[in-house]
Each structure stands twice: as C-alpha cells, then as structure tokens.
C-alpha cells in the first residue's frame, strides 16, 4: 500500500498528536472539588462515555480523516498511453477573389468555418495554419493547442497580406520549410482554385517534397462580383470581373495523392475531408508513457471514521448541556431556517430563470424571478422579472416590478428609471410619453448615459409632434363643427321661407278662389237680370223667343263648360290646400276647410236639381224639358 498524498500525513499529524494530548490529560470540571473515590460514590451510571473516552474517539476520528486524505492506494499494474497524429496544415486563401459573395456569407467567411469546423471533429491532430494569396506566411506551427489555432484563424482577412494574387507554388514552399520531415506532410487548402488553367509546376514540387494535397473548393461555377469593404466591385479593363470556382485545382489534388471535394452548407464535406486524410495518412507516433494503475482505498478509513462519529456524538449524557462544534451548529442552520429570506437551493431556481431568460423564454423567467422576490423581497430579483416582463411585451407588469426594485447605487437607479423610460414609451400615448421623459430625466440626473440622452431627444420629438397633431386634430374638429353649424343653419332658414313661400300661394290661393266666388256671384245675378228681362218682353215673337233661347242655351253651355274647368281647378288647387294645413293646423280646423269640397258629385246634381225646380223662369222649365241639354255637373255659382 502507497499513499499518493503523504504531504497530508506529513503536516497534519503532528498537530492533530499536540491537541489531543491537551485534552487526553485534562481533568473533568468535578475532578478539582472531589477525590476519585467520591466521584465514585456520588456519579450515577448513565450508560455515557467519560470524556476522556469521548475525546478518544475524536482523535481517532481525525487521524482516519487525515489518512484518508492522503489518499491510500493499492499499486495493480502499468499501462502504456501512446499518442499518434497525422499533423495537419491548413491553408486558407484570403486573396480578394475571395470576398466574392456567390456563398453565404461570402467565401471567405465560409472557408475560415470550415477550418474552424475540423478543429472541433479532430480534436486529437495537431493542426498548423498557413494564410496565402501572393504570398504565403505561417500563422500558427503544428499545434495541439486548438483554441490557440482558433483564435488565430478568426483574426484572418484579405487585409493581412497587402500583394493581390494567388500563387499555389508559394504555398507549398512554405509548408515544405516549415515541417522538417521526411515522411508526407498533408496540406488541406480552403481556397476558390485562383485563375490559372496549368498546376504542373505545383504537382511536379509536391511530389518532390513528399506533399499529400486535400483541397476544398470554396463557390459556385456561377460565380459572383468581388465586393470590397467600400462597396465597390473589382474591375478588369472597365468591367466588373466575375470570379467562378476554378475546378481546374482538382488536379493538383488528384495528382499528388489527395482529394477534391466542393463545399456545401452542412459538415459533410469537411467530414469526409478529416475521413479521407485518416485514409491517407500514415500517423505517426509523437509520444508513449507507460500510466501506474491503483486500486484506491480511501473510502476505508472514511467510513470507519464516520461510524465512530455517530458512536461519539449518540453516547452524549441528555442531562448535559453539550457544546457541539461549530460545523454541526452550521448544518442545523442549513437545515432549519424559520425567519430565513433565501432558502439553500435557491441559486438553483435563479440559475433556472436566468438560463429561461437566455433562452428567450422570458415569462417563465419572470415568474421565477417573481416568485424569489416576493419571498426575499430582493430588489434585483424584482429588476430581473420587469426585464423579462419587458422582454415578453407585457408593460403594465414590467411597470409594477421596476416600481418594487428598490436599488441603491447610483448606477442601479439610473438603469431602473432608464427601463422605466422605455416601458413608458413602448406603451404609447401622450401620457405614457410624458410619464417616460420624467423617467429619463430622473435617470440622467443619476448618471450621465449617450443611449438614455438619445431616448429622451427621440421621446421628447414623439410628444411635440403628437402634441401638433392633436392641435390639428382639434382645429379640423372646430372647422368641421362650423361648417356643419353653417349647414344647419342654412338647412333651416331654406326650411323657414319654403314655408312662407308656401303659406304665401295658400294665401294667394285662397284669395283666388274667393275673387272667382264674387265673379261667379256676378254672373248669377247678371243671367237672374236678363232672365226677368226676357219675362217683361211680350211683344217678341215665338220664333225670336226660341232663337234668343237657342242662343241663350249655347251661351249657358259654354258658360257651364268653362265654370266646369274652373270648378275642377279649384278643387284641385283646394285639395292641395287640404294637404297643407294637415301638416301645419289642428284635426278640428282641417275638418273644417274640407268640408266644402268633400261633396260628391250625386249629391252636388241633386242639389242642382232642386235649385233648378225652385226657379219660376220657364227657360229652366224649358232645359228639364230637353234632356240631351241638361248639365249634370253644374255648379249653383
């Protein structure tokens, strides 16, 4: 048996030896008031160990502990570890041809993924770097260390080399320099293949320098412009050139013991890159060390030491007040916390909230965070869960959250009134507004901040031009209530003198109808004067009397056709009247102005008749006579 630590038994014991024999020696509280034999006699047998005994077993207790820090091993044997690795050179051609755009994002960027992606499926091949394009320089020598390559491989750019061109056959001298072997060295080139047609110069010196090429052609046969950083595209002669992917590097792929592959968007084609370099290579080995296996034995007097505590700790007399050490008083605290404000595994829940946070699932995160705060009352728990309120565009919550995260620093206020300021101005409107540039404002007298100064400008600008806008809003308002007061105003005084230019033709109507009543009056009394005329003429003859009669009943006709046309005119015209005062008198005075023309015609010819039997002058006698003459529709006016 061995110990891989001694160190521990070497600068342990000893003291662990010094301060049990203090306690091993020292007398019980009792011992310096009463003889042992007293003791004897008055101590009652409580089934409890001695406190030397006690002491005892705690010395035993930490020696075990200390031997089982050492750690106590059984030797089992030897095992021999070798590390094999084809080293590897990656070239990648950062000439401007590259920057052309026909993959996402560009080749450039494609390629140096790529490589990136072979460092991590071959974590165990030491890689170099060599960046070319007219020249060629080593950026990292053969190297285990893949975050180094990495870092390293990043920082490349068309800008690092200042000569324009590709020149494959600088390339391969570098690499031949730089690994001083003489087995195959394998070269894995990220490049577009350059513009030349003819790689039998590079072929004929790969050969000769023993150099297996894998290249990885990097775009499209399409092609594409080459773009600079000023946004500018490369020209030939006046002309943009389109470069295109160069398929003629195949060749020095092929011919020189390697492989050809074309990229595309997943890992395939750098996986089967890494497999067809395995294939070819021939690892060789770069170190072998012979690893002792043991057979570890410190759990042994780990538990014997643990048993013999729960012995030491259970034999403790109850009528005793015990003064336990500080790690078990600890570990009740740990267990039973009645006026704690943060539970033992509460960093778990917060490492929840922040992982949901990361993940974008901000509602979880924010309930998390809720929860914690509202039962320690946790200013920053409470800043976190408006954040992830925020996050998730719930507002009005963010709003109550900042509200309850009472920082203290300077800077923690600022950033709170800073995201109060923004909440305000997601939710929008002219109050909310308002209520955001206090928010900045209290946040810039904080601390000074570009971004919060810029959001005060921009929400300030938001407000002035809501503020014109309700000011237009309000005078398009005034200007259309004037205009429809104007409307209605017009409406009723058109309403106003079409009613008196209607109550005027009743008027005129009415007065109408009452000149043609006087006229027709006159008639009457002039046609009675005639008739009483004729009556005194005894000296006319028959036959003058029958003339003047014909005449006199042609005349009466053509009287009656006419008061005919004018009585039906006037009910017309009355008729319209009637319809009139409807709308405008009572039902009693309607019924009143209609009567009169509500006669019919039987009874208006009976009535007739009956006028015409009361006469005396035989000329009516002389019409009941003729009936083909008799008028049926005339009227006593």
């Known amino acids: 048996m061995s110990f891989l630590h001694p160190e521990f038994l070497y600068f342990m014991l000893p003291p662990l030896f010094i301060l049990f024999g203090f306690l091993l020696t020292q007398k019980e509280q009792q011992a310096h008031f009463f003889s042992d034999e007293v003791l004897q006699k008055l101590r009652v047998n409580a089934n409890t160990l001695t406190l030397r005994a006690r002491n005892g077993l705690f010395f035993l207790i930490g020696f075990l502990m200390i031997v089982a820090l050492s750690a106590p091993v059984i030797k089992e044997g030897t095992?021999?570890?070798?590390?094999?690795?084809a080293d590897i050179i990656i070239a990648l051609d950062i000439s401007d041809s590259m920057l052309a755009e026909d993959v996402y994002p560009s080749r450039l960027q494609v390629a140096k993924q790529k490589a990136l992606e072979l460092l991590e499926v071959a974590p165990n091949e030491r890689v170099g770097v060599v960046?070319?394009?007219?020249?060629?320089?080593?950026v990292s020598p053969l190297s285990f260390d893949h975050n180094a390559v990495r870092f390293l491989l990043s920082q490349l750019d068309t800008a690092s080399i200042t000569q324009k061109g590709t020149d494959i056959l600088s390339l391969l001298e570098v690499v031949a320099e730089s690994i001083q072997s003489t087995g195959k060295k394998y070269l894995l080139i990220l490049s577009d293949g350059s513009d030349a047609s003819d790689f039998s110069k590079e072929i004929a010196f790969a050969k000769e320098k023993n150099i297996v090429i894998f290249v990885l052609g990097i775009g499209t046969q399409k092609g594409a412009p080459i773009k600079l950083s000023d946004g500018t595209f490369i020209k030939y002669n006046g002309e943009i050139i389109v470069s295109k992917l160069n398929q003629e590097i195949a060749a020095l792929a092929t011919q020189s013991g390697g492989v050809y592959i074309e990229n595309v968007k997943s890992q395939e084609d750098i996986k089967t890159m890494l497999s067809e370099i395995e294939r070819h290579s021939e690892q060789k080995e770069l170190k072998s060390e012979e690893i002792a296996r043991f057979i570890p034995l410190f759990y042994?007097?780990?538990?014997?030491?643990?048993?013999?505590?729960?012995?030491?700790?259970?034999?403790?007399?109850?009528?005793?007040?015990?003064?336990?050490?500080?790690?078990?008083?600890?570990?009740?605290?740990?267990?039973?916390?009645?006026?704690?404000?943060a539970a033992i595994f509460d960093f778990v829940a917060l490492n929840k909230a922040k992982s949901a946070y990361e993940e974008a699932d901000y509602e979880r995160a924010a309930k998390i965070y809720e929860e914690y705060a509202k039962r320690t009352n946790d200013a920053q728990s409470y800043f976190n869960a408006a954040n992830a309120l925020y996050k998730a565009q719930k507002y009005e919550d963010a709003l109550k959250n900042y509200e309850k995260a009472d920082v203290k620093s300077k800077q923690e206020k600022a950033n709170k009134y800073a995201n109060i300021g923004n909440t305000h101005a997601k939710i929008g409107g002219k109050e909310q507004l308002q209520e955001a540039l206090v928010a900045y404002e209290k946040s810039l007298e904080f601390e000074e901040d570009k971004a919060v100064r810029e959001n005060h400008e921009l929400v300030k600008k938001a407000l002035q031009e809501q503020e014109e806008q309700d000011k237009e809003n309000q005078k398009d308002e005034d200007k259309?209530?004037?205009?429809?007061?104007?409307?209605?105003?017009?409406?009723?005084?058109?309403?106003?003198?079409?009613?008196?230019?209607?109550?005027?033709?009743?008027?005129?109507?009415?007065?109408?109808?009452?000149?043609?009543?006087?006229?027709?009056?006159?008639?009457?009394?002039?046609?009675?004067?005639?008739?009483?005329?004729?009556?005194?003429?005894?000296?006319?003859?028959?036959?003058?009397?029958?003339?003047?009669?014909?005449?006199?009943?042609?005349?009466?006709?053509?009287?009656?056709?006419?008061?005919?046309?004018?009585?039906?005119?006037?009910?017309?015209?009355?008729?319209?009247l009637q319809k009139e005062d409807k709308k405008e008198q009572n039902t009693s005075e309607e019924t009143q102005n209609a009567a009169p023309d509500k006669m019919s015609d039987a009874e208006e010819e009976k009535w007739i008749r009956e006028l015409n039997l009361n006469q005396n002058s035989y000329m009516?006698?002389?019409?009941?006579?003729?009936?083909?003459?008799?008028?049926?529709d005339e009227k006593p006016w």
């Open 79 to 85: 095992v021999l570890v070798k590390a094999k690795s």
């Open 131 to 138: 960046a070319f394009a007219k020249n060629s320089y080593l």
């Open 300 to 341: 042994y007097p780990l538990g014997l030491a643990l048993l013999l505590l729960l012995f030491a700790t259970s034999s403790m007399s109850k009528r005793v007040k015990v003064n336990l050490p500080s790690a078990f008083i600890f570990a009740a605290f740990l267990v039973y916390q009645p006026n704690a404000e």
């Open 480 to 576: 259309q209530q004037q205009n429809d007061q104007k409307e209605n105003k017009e409406e009723q005084d058109k309403q106003e003198q079409n009613k008196e230019e209607k109550q005027e033709e009743k008027q005129d109507k009415q007065e109408q109808n009452k000149d043609e009543n006087q006229k027709s009056e006159q008639e009457d009394k002039q046609n009675k004067n005639k008739e009483t005329s004729k009556n005194n003429e005894g000296t006319k003859s028959e036959q003058e009397k029958k003339d003047d009669n014909s005449k006199e009943n042609e005349e009466n006709q053509k009287d009656d056709k006419e008061q005919k046309a004018k009585n039906i005119k006037e009910k017309e015209s009355l008729k319209e």
């Open 620 to 632: 009516y006698k002389l019409n009941n006579t003729n009936k083909n003459e008799e008028k049926t």
